[in-house]
């Protein structure tokens, strides 16, 4: 399985999960098979890319994350994928809690409802 959390730098496991889905400058992809991880710089808003979109490009089946607004999680789970809220601490972190069940599943009612229609 393939996931992925929302980074604030490129340092792979090590790095701080960003508490804010769409404003994370890097996501952090591991492959939970191989422990191997890939920081993809985030591609922020622009064009008509968001940053939901660009992470159900590249093949994960989970998001784990601080926070994340309504359109990002209807984007994200429109394509699939598995979002979960209430990451915090490193990814390596972020990734243990979820693995231990401690994180909920995102829905429209645990949005950032200070900006429901964004990517956040």
Do not use: K, W
Request: hydrophobic letters at 45%.
């Amino acid at each position: 399985m393939r996931v992925a959390v929302p980074a604030m730098n490129a340092a792979g496991l090590e790095a701080p999960v960003s508490s804010h889905f769409g404003q994370a400058p890097f996501f952090t992809v591991v492959d939970q098979e191989t422990g191997i991880a890939e920081a993809i710089p985030s591609p922020g808003h622009q064009g008509d890319r968001t940053p939901a979109q660009a992470i159900a490009e590249v093949g994960v089946q989970v998001v784990v994350c601080g926070g994340l607004g309504g359109r990002a999680v209807q984007i994200l789970t429109d394509a699939g994928i598995q979002v979960y809220v209430g990451a915090s601490g490193t990814v390596a972190e972020a990734l243990a809690a979820f693995q231990r069940g401690e994180l909920m599943p995102a829905s429209e009612a645990s949005s950032c409802q200070h900006h429901p229609a964004e990517s956040h």
